[in-house]
């Protein structure tokens, strides 16, 4: 997918965030009702789909292999499902945009299909790291092959008769983990996982809610191939990746009371919540409660002065897609923030590290990269122009730093906040920040 328009944000100084709100759903969720809604026996109805550039990418690539699916119509989505050998091959390569999860989890779906398939992606997508997921696949028996470096685009022979390995994860990753487990489904024997420190487990909750039997003992997933999925209902909780952006601006703002509604806050994803309160924010989790099998909760955020902390490496992975946001709340905090262990923010939409700590810089802020995290000193941020790498969660974090800027903010290469946050612009005015979208040409 080549973009051909580079949108503009300017966001000017100031203001803060109020009201009640819903951001959209949940994207890992989003992409894995896709995936399983589609190998099922029977109609999958989802509410709250995320209708974003990555989650449509997904959608689209099942209605490629002959999936029926109607919407999405305001977040509802109807899949019938094929059952587990009903794909089609597609016409044409499936083009996966910038969506990472995509790329990764069908390639451990494809390489159990009876077909050739193609997986393409943008330039970001094409040069992140696929070995992650060509290897295991591999020793299971697939045959992928790759661009020079182990990038996409990844052409995934079919017909080919997997067998099911006991892997350990190298590094803590869902989409690895989800990937070998999703083509587990298809081996002979049985497929475990072993993760190195705990991930988001949507995949796993989710198979269970399609009936398919599966095996969790601490770090370790096991799943035997061979058998079928149950259609269901899904109802997707609003994404706290998304909602991680107003948290943060409402800590930041003075005079902010944000309420955050139905929030996915599994605790393999609450880690922006832990990390947040270590830092002096004041967070309420309201109503919690069980949706198809996930907790969900409003999220009540109001100003609060932060401070600067070393943020404990077992949180990481509980907050990998929130540090570019985590990273603006140190700038506003009191005080030094450290975080190591991070090193796979390097490898995310853009290099997560180097792309904030020049933005930091740029706006006035002492912010150090280092090979594996960053050390940011709090300070007072001044206007300038940052470049977000079309990377969408760097665009909408440095959107909420203008909250306590001192001038305008413009951010450069914002097209890609469609990606998981469609509407966003028009969500954060209406919650008090002043931005203008402009399209340059
Ligand atoms: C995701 C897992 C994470 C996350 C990504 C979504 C998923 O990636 O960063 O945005 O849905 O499984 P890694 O598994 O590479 O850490």
């Known amino acids: 997918m080549s973009k051909q328009s580079n949108v503009i944000f300017k966001v000017s100084p100031g203001g803060r965030l109020n009201g009640r709100l819903r951001v959209p759903g949940d994207k890992s969720i989003s992409h894995r009702s896709i995936m399983l809604g589609s190998l099922a026996e029977g109609v999958t109805e989802v509410t709250g789909f995320l209708e974003g550039e990555d989650s449509l990418a997904t959608l689209n690539a099942f209605r490629a292999m002959g999936v029926e699916i109607e919407g999405p119509e305001a977040g509802r989505v109807v899949i019938h499902g094929v059952g587990m050998q009903g794909l089609k091959p597609p016409s044409a390569p499936l083009d996966l945009g910038n969506s990472g999860t995509s790329m ?5 779906l494809m390489a159990g299909q009876g077909f050739d398939v ?13 070995q992650r997921v060509t290897d295991p696949l591999g020793q299971m028996g697939a045959q992928i092959d790759t661009d020079e470096g182990g990038t996409a685009p990844l052409s995934i022979h079919g017909g080919r008769q997997l067998t099911g390995i006991d892997y350990k994860l190298p590094m803590a990753s869902a989409q690895v983990k989800s990937s070998v487990l999703l083509a587990g489904l298809y081996a002979q024997g049985e497929t475990c996982t072993t993760e190195p420190a705990p991930t988001r487990d ?45 948290m943060v601006g409402a800590c930041i703002a003075e005079g902010s009371d944000v309420t955050l509604e139905h929030v996915g806050i599994n605790p393999t994803r609450d880690g922006v919540i832990n990390i947040l309160r270590l830092m002096g924010a004041d967070i309420e989790v309201l109503n919690p409660r069980t949706v198809g099998g996930e907790p969900v909760a409003d999220i009540r955020v109001r100003a609060s002065r932060l401070k600067g902390i070393h943020i404990p490496e077992e949180q990481v992975p509980l907050a990998i ?9 140190a700038a506003c905090a009191e005080g030094e923030t450290v975080l190591t262990g991070a090193e796979e923010l390097r490898v995310k939409e853009s290099d997560r590290i180097q792309v904030m700590a020049d933005g930091l810089v740029t ?16 300070g007072s941020l001044r206007g300038g122009r940052v470049d977000s790498h079309g990377d969408h969660r760097i665009a909408m974090s440095f959107a909420m730093a203008a909250l306590r800027a001192s001038g305008e903010i413009e951010i450069d290469d914002c097209d890609n906040v469609n990606t998981s946050f469609p509407g966003f612009v028009e969500l954060v005015s209406g919650a008090g920040l002043s931005i203008r979208s402009e399209e340059a040409a």
Request: aromatic share 6%; charged share 20%.
């Open 118 to 130: 193609t997986l393409v992606g943008d330039s970001s997508l094409s040069g992140r790291p696929m």
């Open 202 to 246: 949507h995949t796993e909750r989710m198979l269970e809610g399609f009936g398919y039997a599966i095996r969790r003992d601490g770090p370790r997933t096991c799943l035997s191939g061979g058998g079928s999925l149950r259609a269901c209902s899904i109802d997707v909780p609003a994404d706290i990746s998304s909602a991680t952006f107003f």
């Open 363 to 378: 706006l006035g802020i002492d912010a150090q990269a280092t090979p594996d995290g960053i050390v940011i000193q709090g």
């Open 104 to 108: 990764r989890l069908l390639s451990g």
């Open 321 to 329: 897609d929130e540090f570019p946001a985590l990273f603006v709340a």
